[in-house]
């Protein structure tokens, strides 16, 4: 069995950390992961993503500093030793469970060396800070076993999990056979924006022209009366929502994968606010009922429709899903659009997603081929951070530095993300009061004036447009930004680009 030392994968992140080039940091990576056993290959893989197979392990910022040893003299600990540690902190749960993680906690810093401790804190933090996101590692694992990228992607995709995706690069499984599995989620497919349905007609010919709900993103998955629902961050929901599951299993047809959205209803079948719905998503089921709406079919009884033209998926849908399909039109007609788009408004829905007929599913992609326009700007960006309020915030945190992704690592930011601003406004008391509770638990770094959390959290922000500044490394500033709500569906690699950003220059 294959001991790779964790020194390694320290080395190689350091070596990332150091360099703007992403074909450095693409040899970099590949490098290290040839020297993986197959065994080896996915816990390694979560510890340079910053996301552990094991998910949440409860150890944070707080744990963190008041649990350091003193640091081993020489590199031992193994990747396997890590995976196994984790694994028995995650664990660990009821009465003493907190003494009892620490203890675990102070046996494997104990173990490692003082850059060892400074790197299993990043990993155990969810913040590497090396620009090593999955864009850059999914590249290099096509280098690293020397084959097609776009073949590593779309394997990607369809497993939803680059962990697993170089697992099966390296145990040298064809990756070019890896399809669609029901059970197995695969990343969502992204939406580019547009000023106007008119406009996005315009571009795209032909198109499905459906109204944006302002819920939560689902997939579902049934093979026979199984059903499975996941969130858009590709997390297993289906205990939390039976209304969903119910629906489903009484569609006609025995195996399905469906994409769509959920939102609960008023009493007069109006959208209630996405809080309101997001509330209900995230707990048991109650007074509250989430009703599904779908927009695509990607697998039915057999048939993988990922690659056919979404005229065919909406065909079959329709017939399969009936009323729980989103509401819309099939137009060329820039007016038609425009008319979908005031009746959605009008309906209390966000806008439209315009859909050209003859593109496939572009899986974890934001594809040309799907538009969407709302009357207002948003932009869903990261928070790196936020400063303690003062006057009336006092002992709350407030003012949040936000950030746009930089998947293709070109402004040399460590963790590429690119700030592009601050805001303080749009927050109301409650969203004051959770962040003010949330933030601290995530915490990477904190001190009088400013708590640095893990860059996992999403939030969308209204703005009124960017403009040009020397400011900031991407050379854009948001302007006029408030806050609307925290996408706490939403994962950050589905944030926003630096790259839509400044593409809202005038």
């Known amino acids: 069995m294959t001991s790779t030392l964790v020194a390694e ?23 290290v ?19 552990v197979r094991q998910g949440r392990i409860g150890i944070g910022w707080r744990r963190l500093q008041a649990v350091r040893p003193e640091p081993a003299g020489a590199a031992s600990l193994t990747v396997l030793d890590v995976d196994e540690a984790l694994t028995a902190i995650a664990a660990t749960t009821g009465t003493g469970s907190q003494a009892q993680r620490s203890e675990l906690l102070h046996a494997l810093l104990g173990c490692a060396t003082i850059t060892e401790q400074d790197f299993l804190a990043r990993v155990m933090l969810g913040d590497m800070r090396t620009g090593a996101l999955e864009g850059v590692l999914t590249d290099a694992v096509a280098k690293a076993w020397d084959l097609p990228l776009e073949v590593v992607r779309r394997a990607a995709m369809l497993t939803g999990d680059l962990r697993e995706t170089a697992r099966l690069a390296r145990t040298g499984d064809d990756l070019t056979q890896v399809g669609l599995r029901v059970g197995t989620p695969v990343l969502p497919m992204l939406a580019g924006t547009a000023t106007s349905a008119g406009k996005a007609i315009e571009t795209l010919g032909q198109c499905s022209v459906q109204a944006k709900l302002d819920g939560a993103r689902i997939q579902v998955h049934r093979r026979g009366e199984q059903v499975q629902v996941f969130t858009r961050s590709l997390a297993e929901i289906s205990d939390r929502v039976p209304e969903i599951v119910e629906v489903v299993r009484a569609l006609p047809a025995q195996e399905l994968i469906l994409d769509g959205e959920t939102l609960a209803l008023t009493e007069d079948g109006l959208p209630r606010a996405f809080q309101d719905s997001m509330a209900r998503f995230g707990s048991e089921a109650g007074e509250v009922v989430l009703r599904p709406w779908f927009f695509d079919l990607l697998h039915v009884d057999g048939q993988d429709l990922i690659d056919e033209p979404l005229q065919h998926r909406l065909a079959e849908l329709t017939r399969v899903a009936g009323e729980f399909v989103v509401p819309g039109a099939v137009t060329d007609e820039p007016e038609t659009a425009e008319r979908v788009m005031r009746e959605a408004l009008a309906a209390g829905h966000e806008g439209v997603v315009v859909k050209a007929l003859d593109g496939a599913y572009a899986a974890g992609r934001r594809g040309a081929n799907w538009l969407k326009v709302k009357p207002v700007h948003t932009l869903d960006l990261v928070v790196l951070a936020a400063e303690w309020g003062y006057g009336r915030r006092t002992g709350w945190l407030s003012n949040l530095h936000l950030a746009a992704r930089d998947p293709a690592g070109r402004f040399g930011e460590p963790d590429g993300l690119v700030m592009v601003g601050k805001t303080f406004k749009g927050l109301s008391d409650a969203l004051l009061r959770w962040q003010t509770e949330h933030f601290p638990a995530i915490a990477t770094e904190q001190d009088e004036a400013l708590v640095r959390i893990r860059p996992d959290v999403v939030v969308e922000i209204a703005v009124d447009g960017v403009q040009r500044s020397t400011r900031y490394p991407g050379g854009v500033a948001l302007r006029f930004a408030r806050v609307k709500q925290y996408r706490q569906d939403k994962p950050v690699t589905d944030a926003d680009t630096i790259d839509t950003v400044r593409s809202m220059l005038r």
């Open 9 to 31: 994968l320290d080395h190689a992140t350091a070596a990332v950390a150091a360099t703007r080039s992403r074909l450095a940091k693409i040899d970099a990576l590949a490098s």
């Open 33 to 51: 992961l040839k020297l993986l056993g197959p065994e080896e290959v996915s816990p390694a893989v979560g510890m340079l993503l910053g996301k």
